[in-house]
């Protein structure tokens, strides 16, 4: 079935840029997502894009897709430390509501 | 405001109890969703509903059931026969069934002893 793939932990100082990378094996996936999940909450959604974009640039956020390789992105820049919080990739199942997502990677950002 | 309430915010339960879990939305969206999560791990879809009076089950459906009588309400019970119901549960709605933004709830944390 499908699946999306992220790395647990991302620790980075504040000022420094973070990249939280994410792969996916749906293909025909139209949308996807990332979204942020601080403790003991539910998930915001911080940004989409859609598959037939390559970046999505939205204030100090940058997501790029590598669809040939079905690679996601998400850069966060000058990352503060309310920026902490676990980030979730997503990808949408074939062309319906149904959303995969990843395990989650919990970024930490130290003073 | 809009959004999505879920309540309460933290359950207890003995094994053996069914019990279930509240979620309202007043954004008019079409679809809701049931997920599941668990530490160290994403989001596990439980149940989805597309429009009144219709649901579909998603990936760990079993030990759970849905209703959804009103546009606005989608409650998820946790049956006995679940085996390991302690886990947070969030519910989400969207404004259709293309799943383009799903909004979710702040979530409900269900420990069973």
């Known amino acids: 079935g499908e699946d999306v793939e992220q790395s647990l932990f991302l620790s980075v100082r504040e000022g420094d840029s973070s990249v939280i990378n994410c792969t996916y094996t749906d293909s025909s996936s139209t949308y996807l997502y990332w979204y942020k999940q601080e403790p003991g909450a539910g998930l915001q959604l911080l940004t989409y894009?859609?598959?037939?974009?390559d970046m999505k640039q939205d204030q100090r956020l940058t997501v790029l897709l590598n669809k040939k390789d079905k690679h996601l992105s998400l850069r966060i820049a000058d990352t503060q430390t309310g920026d902490s919080a676990i980030y979730f990739c997503?990808?949408?199942?074939?062309?319906?509501?149904?959303?995969?997502f990843g395990q989650g990677t919990e970024l930490s950002v130290k003073p | 405001d809009g959004g999505i309430t879920q309540s309460p915010k933290y359950l207890f339960r003995k094994e053996g109890q069914n019990v279930t879990l509240s979620c309202e939305q007043n954004?008019?969206?079409?679809?809701m969703y049931w997920y599941r999560q668990d530490p160290g791990q994403g989001l596990r879809l439980i149940y989805y509903s597309q429009i009144v009076n219709d649901f579909q089950k998603g990936d760990i459906a079993e030990g759970y059931s849905v209703s959804r009588e009103k546009k606005e309400s989608f409650p998820l019970t946790v049956t006995s026969a679940q085996k390991n119901p302690t886990a947070f549960y969030l519910c989400?709605?969207?404004?259709?069934?293309?799943?383009?933004?799903?909004?979710f709830g702040p979530g409900t944390r269900l420990t069973v002893t």
């Open positions: 997503a990808e949408n199942e074939g062309q319906g509501g149904k959303l995969i």
């Open positions: 989400a709605s969207s404004v259709g069934t293309g799943g383009l933004e799903q909004y």
């Open positions: 894009i859609f598959s037939n974009m």
């Open positions: 954004l008019n969206h079409d679809a």
